[in-house]
């Protein structure tokens, strides 16, 4: 199991707002396969998953905030 975490957008941004889940509890994701869409005030950008795996928990569901650092889901490689 592995965790993805909200990604640094830059230096003043500390929060995010997760705008779309692309997967679903249960879908299998490739390496570097966009995972989730992420929105700043400032910008707009995919998240990738960093290791394949199977999603199995959505920590911040669609239209929530979520911290620099928190966790968005939990996969299992």
Request: proline share 4%.
């Amino acid at each position: 199991m592995f965790e993805i975490k909200v990604p640094a957008f830059g230096e003043s941004i500390q929060e995010v707002q997760v705008a779309t889940w692309l997967k679903k509890i249960g879908d299998w994701v490739e390496l570097d396969e966009d995972l989730v869409e992420l929105e700043s005030e400032k910008a707009s950008q995919a998240l990738a998953s960093p290791e394949a795996g199977i999603l199995e928990e959505i920590k911040v569901p669609d239209g929530e905030f979520a911290n620099v650092g928190d966790v968005l889901c939990v996969m299992k490689a």
